[in-house]
């Protein structure tokens, strides 16, 4: 019993890291694989976090063909902030459920926030262990539940404990305790399903590598900003200790899927120190648009730093309160504004337009006026200095319309803002405008965040494919698996 082709799906995992692991003689598994495939680096799509990179590589489109941006998207109807499972996102098609259509037997084992797709011939199991597990699994078929309950009767960190507060070196040890053990139970899962059936393909998927970067950065890295000598000594290396946990799964799932298998890893976006002004965004955006001296509306008070300051562990409970509060909020701090920042991942700001025809409210004309909003955007973002560094907070900033093309275009963010991470250490809390003042940059629980760096490992067949971005990475594995015919038409 086998895998003809197996599909290792590591979020957040960081290629630099793992080079330097195996450099330095650890990794055995990781190391094997890399010497016996073709190896690509690439990066994400400019300013995508990881909900965009691991969405356009399961569909093989870039982010205005799915418009899945960040777990948090803006309606543009309410101007509410709505959290992912209540939103309606566009229908899309896994690689994985167009090789349904044509027979093959597949299992997706957790592929990163992609929306659940039952199989007819095949398994999916959706959030068993999620990186932020704030929401159920879903398992299709439900008996792969009662299977799964041997291995774990819950997710280890699940009931928001994953975002709880840690201070203490044991509160933090025991966090990363709950994380590793993850690991083992997958990999056990992983294993004996491998083993008691025939799969055309496999997609085995860990988050964990994902967790501790967020988490223990400032543990890992002695020269990161936050970095605290004492707390180090006490836990060690959390993100090494992760990864030789995940060799070992590594090791066990490739041995499982059996010698035959065509195998893939894909990982990404990496992870590095987190350097952020996402604390200050809603207030620089503000500010850019109705000037440094217009006084706070209570709606904008309220709602400032709502993301920053409300623990995903409550945010949970206080759904039903926080949305209905925020709407109403919302509706009325924005719909008079031209302009104003919506949640994202941390390595970028992004800006919602205004515009007329498309929100509510609109107060922006598209075309000539769309643009120039825009070109005021870059101009006044990149004024905020990081006296840390006296150097502009901005990289770059990206203009959706012109970067990306595509039928739901228009539910990204108009612009993203990268933040310059260059010589800079994350524990910046003010940032200095000429013309907007200063402002307090809110300090975030995580310390590491995802850098734009992915890694496809493919068999050494694939060497000639072109890989530039995330969506790039479905074709060379829909033409592995249909390299053979399904197994469900062998077996009529
Ligand atoms: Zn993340």
Same mark, same amino acid.
């Given at each position: 019993m086998?895998a003809?082709?197996?599909?290792?799906?590591?979020?957040?995992?960081?290629?630099?890291?793992?080079?330097?692991?195996?450099?330095?003689?650890?990794l055995?598994?990781?190391?094997?694989?890399?010497?016996?495939?073709?190896? $690509?680096?690439?990066?994400?799509?400019?300013?995508?976090?990881?909900?965009?990179?691991?969405?356009?590589?399961?569909?093989?489109?870039?982010?205005?063909h799915?418009?899945?941006?960040? /777990?948090?998207?803006? +309606?543009?109807?309410?101007y509410?902030?709505?959290?992912?499972?209540?939103f309606?996102?566009?229908?899309?098609?896994?690689?994985? &459920?167009?090789?349904?259509?044509?027979g093959?037997?597949?299992?997706?084992?957790?592929?990163?926030?992609?929306?659940?797709?039952?199989?007819?011939?095949?398994?999916?199991?959706h959030?068993?262990?999620a990186?932020?597990?704030?929401?159920?699994?879903?398992?299709?078929?439900?008996?792969?539940?009662?299977?799964?309950a041997?291995?774990?009767?819950?997710?280890?960190?699940?009931e928001?404990?994953?975002? =709880?507060?840690?201070?203490?070196?044991?509160e933090?040890?025991?966090?990363?305790?709950?994380?590793?053990?993850?690991?083992?139970i997958?990999?056990?899962?992983?294993?004996?399903?491998?083993?008691?059936?025939?799969y055309?393909?496999?997609?085995a998927?860990?988050?964990?590598?994902?967790?501790v970067?967020?988490?223990?950065?400032?543990?890992?890295?002695d020269r990161?900003?936050?970095?605290?000598?004492?707390?180090?000594?006490?836990?060690?290396?959390?993100?090494?200790?992760?990864?030789?946990?995940?060799?070992k799964?590594?090791?066990?799932?490739?041995?499982?899927?059996? @010698?035959?298998?065509?195998?893939?890893?894909?990982g990404g976006?990496?992870?590095?120190?987190?350097?952020?002004?996402?604390?200050?965004?809603?207030e620089?955006?503000r500010?850019?648009?109705?000037? /440094?001296?217009?006084?706070?509306?209570?709606a904008?008070?309220?709602?400032?730093?709502?993301?920053?300051?409300?623990?995903?562990?409550?945010r949970?409970?206080?759904?039903?309160?926080?949305?209905?509060?925020?709407?109403?909020?919302?509706?009325?701090?924005?719909?008079d504004?031209?302009?104003?920042?919506?949640?994202?991942? @941390?390595?970028?700001?992004?800006?919602?337009i205004?515009? &007329?025809?498309r929100?509510?409210?609109?107060?922006?004309?598209?075309?000539?006026?769309?643009?120039?909003?825009?070109?005021e955007?870059r101009?006044?973002?990149?004024?905020?200095?990081?006296?840390?560094?006296?150097?502009?907070?901005?990289?770059?900033?990206? @203009?959706?319309?012109?970067?990306?093309?595509?039928?739901?275009?228009?539910?990204?963010?108009?612009?993203?803002i990268?933040?310059?991470?260059?010589?800079?250490?994350?524990?910046?809390?003010?940032?200095?405008?000429?013309?907007?003042?200063?402002?307090?940059v809110a =300090?975030?629980?995580?310390t590491? +965040?995802?850098?734009?760096?992915? $890694?496809?490992?493919?068999?050494?067949?694939?060497?000639e494919?072109?890989?530039?971005?995330?969506?790039d990475?479905?074709?060379?594995?829909?033409a592995?698996?249909?390299t053979?015919?399904?197994?469900?038409?062998?077996?009529?």
């Open positions: 086998a003809r082709t197996l599909i290792i799906g590591l979020d957040g995992a960081d290629r630099r890291f793992i080079d330097r692991l195996i450099a330095e003689g650890e055995p598994h990781f190391k094997a694989l890399k010497e016996r495939s073709a190896t $690509f680096e690439f990066e994400n799509d400019p300013g995508q976090g990881n909900v965009q990179f691991w969405t356009s590589a399961a569909i093989g489109e870039n982010p205005a799915h418009g899945h941006y960040f /777990y948090m998207q803006f +309606d543009p109807d309410s509410a902030i709505i959290s992912e499972p209540h309606p996102l566009p229908p899309v098609t896994p690689f994985w &459920k167009q090789l349904d259509g044509e093959y037997r597949g299992a997706v084992v957790d592929w990163y926030e992609m929306p659940v797709t039952p199989l007819t011939h095949g398994e999916v199991i959030r068993w262990f990186e932020e597990p704030l929401t159920k699994t879903v398992f299709h078929p439900e008996a792969l539940g009662e299977l799964a041997r291995y774990a009767e819950s997710d280890p960190i699940a928001g404990y994953a975002s =709880r507060p840690r201070r203490s070196a044991a933090r040890q025991e966090f990363l305790d709950r994380v590793f053990s993850r690991i083992d997958k990999g056990s899962f992983f294993t004996d399903h491998l083993r008691d059936k025939d055309d393909f496999y997609i998927c860990l988050s964990e590598a994902h967790n970067g967020h988490y223990y950065m400032d543990v890992e890295d990161h900003g936050l970095h605290d000598a004492t707390l180090a000594a006490e836990i060690g290396k959390p993100l090494r200790e992760c990864y030789r946990r995940i060799d799964v590594l090791g066990a799932v490739i041995s499982a899927a059996g @010698d035959e298998a065509n195998v893939f890893l894909l976006p990496g992870m590095e120190e987190f350097i952020s002004a996402n604390g200050a965004i809603d620089m955006i500010r850019v648009d109705v000037g /440094y001296e217009a006084p706070l509306t209570t904008d008070a309220a709602k400032e730093t709502y993301h920053s300051l409300i623990p995903a562990s409550l949970g409970h206080l759904r039903p309160f926080a949305q209905w509060g925020r709407r109403l909020l919302a509706r009325n701090a924005y719909r504004r031209r302009f104003f920042a919506v949640p994202h991942n @941390d390595n970028a700001g992004a800006v919602r205004n515009l &007329k025809g929100e509510k409210f609109g107060t922006v004309a598209p075309g000539n006026e769309y643009q120039s909003v825009i070109e955007i101009e006044g973002v990149s004024s905020f200095i990081n006296p840390a560094t006296g150097r502009s907070i901005v990289k770059r900033v990206i @203009d959706t319309s012109k970067e990306f093309d595509g039928p739901y275009r228009d539910m990204l963010p108009d612009v993203f990268e933040w310059d991470r260059t010589d800079t250490r994350g524990d910046f809390r003010t940032l200095v405008s000429e013309l907007f003042g200063e402002v307090t =300090r975030h629980a995580r590491g +965040d995802h850098s734009p760096f992915g $890694f496809l490992w493919a068999p050494p067949a694939f060497s494919t072109a890989i530039s971005r995330p969506r990475v479905a074709a060379p594995m829909l592995a698996i249909r053979a015919a399904p197994r469900n038409r062998q077996n009529r």
